[in-house]
């Protein structure tokens, strides 16, 4: 009786890892060439370029963010905003000329190719226009955004808070919010149950 050859999985595995490396290094140099076009573009206007962990970032004047935004989408095939989000840098180590910091993360789904785009916001005034009109996806963290840090979208065609009550006051992600809030829950309205859940 014949047996069958075993399968050399080790060999198999090293195969299979030696091209996820390929991949992997094809999809960086896609993404550093994209980059490349949008800070030839911005020319002087690039305020600063990152690469953390392979992951381009480019930090653009919040003056020139949404026309930056439309033409990675129009010129550059950035066809998905994957999130839109923000953070505080009130408490966080090194120099920071605004206080917070938005951050669009797009999508090349043709390329497989992903782009950061920053941009600094000033605390006085955090206002900028909404990117609703570029990718309709931009509505809710948008609105979650405007929620969290009090950042508003101007033109967003239905900028309310998200994820607490309209009438809640401050804005929890701000770094200077007390970390046990100020007894908020308390004076939350009560929704009553109308009727008891049955599982029978």
């Known amino acids: 009786m014949t047996s069958l050859p075993l399968a050399d999985m080790g060999k198999i595995y090293a ?17 550093r060439r994209l980059a490349d076009a949008v800070c030839a ?26 026309e930056t935004l439309a033409h990675c989408k129009n010129a550059l095939g950035f066809d998905q905003l994957t999130d839109v989000t923000a953070y505080d840098t009130l408490k966080l180590e ?9 951050v669009w993360i797009l999508t090349n789904l043709g390329q497989e190719a992903r782009l950061r785009v920053k ?34 979208f101007t033109g967003h065609y239905n900028l309310k808070r998200l994820l607490l009550p309209e009438g809640y006051v401050g804005h929890p992600l701000r770094k200077d919010y007390p970390l046990r809030g100020r007894g908020e829950r308390d004076n ?3 929704i009553p149950r109308t009727k008891k859940a049955s599982y029978e």
Do not use: C
Not at 94 to 102: K, L
């Open 15 to 31: 195969e299979r890892r030696e091209r996820a490396a390929e991949s992997a290094a094809r999809r960086v140099e896609r993404e």
């Open 41 to 66: 573009w911005l020319g002087k206007d690039l305020v600063k370029r990152e690469a953390f962990r392979d992951q381009q970032v480019i930090y653009v004047p919040i003056e020139r963010a949404h």
């Open 94 to 102: 090194g120099e920071h000329p605004e206080r917070f910091v938005m």
């Open 119 to 152: 941009a600094y916001l000033n605390e006085d005034d955090p206002v900028l226009p909404t990117a609703t009109d570029i990718w309709r996806g931009a509505d809710w963290p948008e609105r979650e955004v405007y929620d969290m840090y009090g950042i508003e």
């Open 188 to 190: 939350f309205p009560v």
